[in-house]
C-alpha cells in the first residue's frame, strides 16, 4: 500500500471518534461533576430550607392571602388539596383555620414556582444562597478560638458514639484534605505509579506515608501507604500498602495527578505527552518521459 493511499473508513472512523472524544471528555465530565454536586446541595442542603422559609412566612405573615372564593373551592369535592392535605384538614375536625393555612401553603407554592428557567423555579436559589451563608457563618463562628474549643470537645463526644466513631475520622480526613485549612489538609508527599490491582496494570496514587509496623514487617521490606483515587471523583479511593522498591517516583505535581484522574487519563501533564512522529506527506512524482 502506498503513503498516498487514504486509510480505511472503519480506521478513518476510529482515529476521529477518539479525538472527538478526547476533545469533548474534559468539559462533559467538568460539568458532570459541577451537576452532580449542585443536584447534591439543592437536594440536600436548599429545599430542607426552602421548606422552611416557607413554612416561616405562612406562620409568621399574614402573606399571601387565602380568598373566600378559594377557601369555598377547598371545601368543595373538587377541591385542589392533595390526598395529604385533605386527610390533614379532616384530623383537624374541619378546622377553618387548618384550612386556610393549607391554601395559603398552596398560593406560595404558586407564587414560588412562577418565575421558571425551563423546569428549574428562581426562588429555589433562597435555599442555596442561605446554605451559602450559613455555611460561611459556621466558618467564622468555628474560627475563633473559643468556638473552636467547643467544636473539638464536640467532636471528642461524637468519636465515642458506636458505628459513628468507626466512619467520621477517616471521612472527616478526606474532607480536610479538599476543604479543609493548610495545616489540617492531609498531605500527599508525592506521586507515584503502582501495579495496581494486579500485575502490568499501572495505576496513579499519592504516597500519604509509612505503613503499619505490622504489614511492613510481615513483608520483610520498608513499605509505604498509598492512596489510589477513583475517576472522576477523587476523594473516593482505595488505600494500598506497597514495598517502597515496586513504585516508580513520578515527576509531576499533586495537582497534575488529580487533574489526570478527574478527567479520566485525558488530560495528561505536559512533560509526560508522548509526542508521536507525523510523517510527512508524500509528494507526488512527476511521471518520467517515455525513453527514445
Not at 27 to 47: G, H, M, R
Not at 73 to 100: C, E, H, I, Y
Not at 175 to 191: A, E, I, P, S, W
Request: aromatic letters at 10%; charged letters at 20%; one cysteine or more.
Amino acid at each position: 500500500m502506498s503513503r498516498d493511499t487514504p486509510p480505511a473508513p472503519s480506521r478513518s472512523f476510529r482515529q476521529f471518534f477518539f479525538r472527538g472524544l478526547g476533545i469533548l471528555l474534559p468539559t462533559l465530565l467538568t460539568l458532570w461533576i459541577i451537576v452532580t454536586i449542585y443536584n447534591f446541595v439543592d437536594e440536600k442542603i436548599a429545599s430542607p430550607i426552602n421548606n422552611g422559609v416557607k413554612w416561616a412566612v405562612i406562620h409568621t405573615t399574614p402573606w399571601p392571602f387565602a380568598t373566600d372564593e378559594e377557601l369555598t373551592a377547598a371545601r368543595a369535592a373538587d377541591s385542589t388539596l392533595t390526598p395529604d392535605q385533605r386527610k390533614q384538614w379532616n384530623d383537624s375536625g374541619r378546622n377553618s383555620a387548618v384550612l386556610r393555612t393549607i391554601v395559603r401553603s398552596n398560593n406560595l407554592d404558586s407564587i414560588w414556582q412562577r418565575a421558571k428557567i425551563g423546569e428549574w423555579a428562581i426562588l429555589d436559589l433562597v435555599g442555596l444562597i442561605i446554605a451559602i451563608i450559613l455555611i460561611y457563618m459556621i466558618g467564622r463562628i468555628v474560627g475563633g478560638i473559643i468556638s473552636h474549643r467547643v467544636y473539638e470537645q464536640g467532636e471528642r463526644v461524637m468519636l465515642r458514639l458506636p458505628f459513628f466513631k468507626q466512619v467520621y475520622p477517616y471521612v472527616k480526613q478526606i474532607t480536610d484534605f479538599f476543604v479543609g485549612d493548610k495545616d489540617k489538609k492531609l498531605q500527599f508527599n508525592r506521586v507515584v505509579a503502582v501495579e495496581y490491582p494486579r500485575k502490568g496494570i499501572w495505576s496513579v496514587g499519592l504516597v500519604t506515608g509509612d505503613t503499619m509496623r505490622f504489614i511492613q514487617d510481615r513483608a520483610g521490606r520498608e513499605c509505604m501507604t498509598v492512596f489510589i483515587p477513583s475517576s472522576p471523583t477523587p476523594f473516593t479511593g482505595y488505600v494500598i500498602t506497597v514495598p517502597i522498591e515496586d513504585t516508580l517516583d513520578l515527576p509531576i505535581s499533586i495537582d497534575d495527578a488529580l487533574r489526570f484522574v478527574v478527567s479520566g487519563g485525558v488530560i495528561v501533564p505536559d512533560s509526560q505527552l508522548i509526542r508521536h512522529a507525523v510523517p510527512s506527506p508524500a509528494i507526488p512524482q512527476a511521471p518520467l518521459p517515455p525513453s527514445a
